[in-house]
């Protein structure tokens, strides 16, 4: 299958899940301002070394545990020019695990999973810096190790000609598209592992 063809339809979304508060927390950040993820608290889960494109180093946690994406939800978030994270909807926050304040000012490299294949994130980037909108599946982590399912529509904001950032949607994914989105990634990452690779696993 051409996954560049991998694209599903969605359901309109009604409204996001209420009564979800943000805590005014601190965050921990290592020396490059990178967000640390808390070792998980459970037994079973694999631990990488990701290497991101600006040469920081974070380690990461994955565990097996699906977190359902709730009916009617939509996750948004917009970045600068730099996928530097400006704003995030309440949803986003809860799903993520992270509180806003940690996620404010970072990318969404931190929602990166290791079972992604990084040729999805390549034609994402080179689909919207045309300034064309982008679909497609993404499996993303959340801060304790579990993960979540999205079907992200990623969209160039272009005002008065002018590049000024990104938009991301994320709606609901079918059971269906997640299977072939699985199935499909893995062949593509065990592809990729025979080149550079940046995301080392250590257990
Ligand atoms: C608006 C926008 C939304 C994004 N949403 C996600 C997301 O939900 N999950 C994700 O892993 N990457 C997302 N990305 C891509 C990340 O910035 C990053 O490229 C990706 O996590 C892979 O990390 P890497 O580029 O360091 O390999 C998004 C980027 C933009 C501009």
Redesign the pocket.
């Known amino acids: 299958m051409n996954w560049l063809n991998f694209l599903g339809k969605s359901k309109k979304a009604k409204s996001e899940p209420d009564n979800q508060q943000t805590k005014q927390l601190g965050s921990l950040k290592d020396a490059a301002g990178c967000l640390i993820m808390p070792k998980p608290k459970i037994a079973n889960y694999r631990e990488f070394l ?1 290497l ?2 600006d040469g920081n180093q974070r380690r990461i946690y994955a565990s097996d545990e699906e977190v359902m994406f709730p009916d009617g939800c939509l996750i948004t ?3 600068d020019l730099n ?1 530097v994270i400006t704003h995030a909807n309440e949803s986003f926050v809860t799903m993520s695990g992270w509180q806003r304040q940690e996620i404010i000012s970072q ?3 931190v ?3 290791p079972d ?1 294949p ?1 040729a999805v ?1 390549e034609e ?2 080179a689909t ?1 810096k045309k300034g064309e909108k982008w679909h497609g599946y ?1 499996k ?2 959340r801060k304790d190790s579990s993960f979540y399912w ?1 079907y ?1 529509t ?1 969209i160039p904001n272009i005002r008065h000609d002018v590049f000024m950032g ?3 949607v ?1 709606r609901k994914p079918s059971r269906e598209k997640i299977i072939q989105a699985e199935q499909l990634y893995q062949t593509m990452l065990s592809e990729e592992k025979n080149q550079t690779d ?1 995301l080392i696993r250590i257990n």
Do not use: C, E, P
Request: charged letters at 15%; hydrophobic letters at 40%; proline letters at 0%.
């Open positions: 990701i991101g494109y978030s917009k970045t996928g990318t969404h490299n929602l990166r999973h992604m990084s994130f994402m980037w919207i993404m993303n982590l999205v992200a990623v990104y938009t991301s994320r940046r």
